[in-house]
């Protein structure tokens, strides 16, 4: 099992950025594929982007040139730099990870909130 903690989130206004970080713990054997998704108000959950441990970056459409994610293994930690934000990224953002054999484990989620 992998405990998750985030951090980060916050009221920004539109056009501005934040950083989130998630911070992961327990077995390092399940610490494996790390993401964030984002769920808003009445919206189903969504990916935003992910990361293997050796680097393999997954963006959805909604972060793409906007979002970065990056990992450090050392610390196992997982952040994503948002730039430009919109009204629209307004959601709480959650840090999952998958594990090798498939288990998923989430964070508490942490709010976003941007606006206009």
């Known amino acids: 099992q992998v405990q998750l903690v985030e951090s980060g989130g916050g009221l920004v206004q539109a056009g501005g950025s934040l950083r989130l970080s998630c911070a992961a713990s327990?077995?390092?054997?399940?610490?494996?594929?790390m993401g964030w998704y984002r769920q808003a108000p009445g919206k189903q959950r969504e990916l935003v982007a992910s990361?293997?441990?050796?680097?393999?970056?997954t963006y959805a459409d909604i972060a793409k040139g906007r979002f970065s994610i990056s990992r450090d293994n050392a610390k196992n930690t997982v952040y994503l730099q948002m730039n430009s934000l919109k009204p629209d990224d307004t959601a709480v953002y959650y840090c999952?990870?998958?594990?090798?054999?498939?288990?998923?484990?989430w964070g508490q989620g942490t709010q976003v909130t941007v606006s206009s």
């Open positions: 999952q990870n998958k594990a090798p054999w498939g288990r998923e484990d």
């Open positions: 327990g077995s390092i054997f399940s610490i494996n594929v």
């Open positions: 990361t293997t441990k050796r680097g393999s970056l």
